[in-house]
């Protein structure tokens, strides 16, 4: 009868230990990840991250320039965020690069980039910029040069919309996973620029 009495004891302990013991394991390792995370200088060059953004998502090497402004707050735990990458060019043959490129077009940026990256104001209705420091735009206003939009969001959420009166358009779904690319010819500077929402 003990030994009945012993099994059915170890039986509800583990039934129950586990799962709390599992729920313990999750939570600890979240809040690591954002103690790891809230102790990160956002604004200290993070190399990996450059060479995801520009050699992976825009398809140009790391010998473009020197990179002169970094800000990156992506992590925690669904490790979403913003990057700005500024880089100084001074290689004159990138603009014909980007040219004889299909993926890179001419300025102006598209209605959709100008809204992430400047803000749009329709009427009363003020939209963005989405990417921003302050409420204000990270990249000045580019009147020459060549910007590329990857749209890095699953295929099965690319057509999602937040009211259906409205166009299929970045701007209109409920998350943001894009890098875009916007190259300065008058200065010579690559802006890149992630948001992951």
């Given at each position: 009868m003990n030994r009945v009495i012993r099994k059915m004891v170890i039986g509800i302990s583990c039934a129950v230990l586990i799962p709390v013991a599992f729920c313990c394991l999750i939570y600890g390792v979240f809040f690591l990840s954002m103690a790891i995370e809230e102790s990160r200088d956002?604004?200290?060059v993070n190399e990996s991250v450059v060479q995801s953004l520009v050699q992976g998502d825009l398809g140009l090497g790391l010998h473009v320039g020197e990179i002169t402004g970094f800000y990156d707050d992506h992590g925690g735990w669904l490790g979403d965020g913003e990057t700005y990458i500024e880089i100084r060019c001074p290689d004159p043959g990138l603009a014909g690069t980007l040219a004889g490129r299909g993926d890179w077009q001419p300025m102006p940026v598209s209605r959709d980039v100008r809204i992430v990256v400047y803000g749009l104001v329709?009427?009363?209705?003020t939209r963005g910029p989405v990417i921003h420091s302050g409420g204000k735009?990270?990249?000045?206003?580019?009147?020459?040069g060549y910007w590329c939009l990857v749209d890095r969001q699953p295929e099965s959420y690319r057509t999602e919309r937040v009211r259906d009166d409205e166009p299929?358009?970045?701007n209109n779904r409920y998350s943001y996973n894009l890098t875009i690319g916007l190259?300065?010819?008058d200065h010579d500077i690559l802006y890149v620029l992630a948001l992951d929402t």
């Amino acid at each position: 009868m003990n030994r009945v009495i012993r099994k059915m004891v170890i039986g509800i302990s583990c039934a129950v230990l586990i799962p709390v013991a599992f729920c313990c394991l999750i939570y600890g390792v979240f809040f690591l990840s954002m103690a790891i995370e809230e102790s990160r200088d956002p604004t200290a060059v993070n190399e990996s991250v450059v060479q995801s953004l520009v050699q992976g998502d825009l398809g140009l090497g790391l010998h473009v320039g020197e990179i002169t402004g970094f800000y990156d707050d992506h992590g925690g735990w669904l490790g979403d965020g913003e990057t700005y990458i500024e880089i100084r060019c001074p290689d004159p043959g990138l603009a014909g690069t980007l040219a004889g490129r299909g993926d890179w077009q001419p300025m102006p940026v598209s209605r959709d980039v100008r809204i992430v990256v400047y803000g749009l104001v329709e009427g009363n209705v003020t939209r963005g910029p989405v990417i921003h420091s302050g409420g204000k735009p990270r990249v000045p206003k580019i009147e020459h040069g060549y910007w590329c939009l990857v749209d890095r969001q699953p295929e099965s959420y690319r057509t999602e919309r937040v009211r259906d009166d409205e166009p299929y358009s970045i701007n209109n779904r409920y998350s943001y996973n894009l890098t875009i690319g916007l190259y300065d010819t008058d200065h010579d500077i690559l802006y890149v620029l992630a948001l992951d929402t």
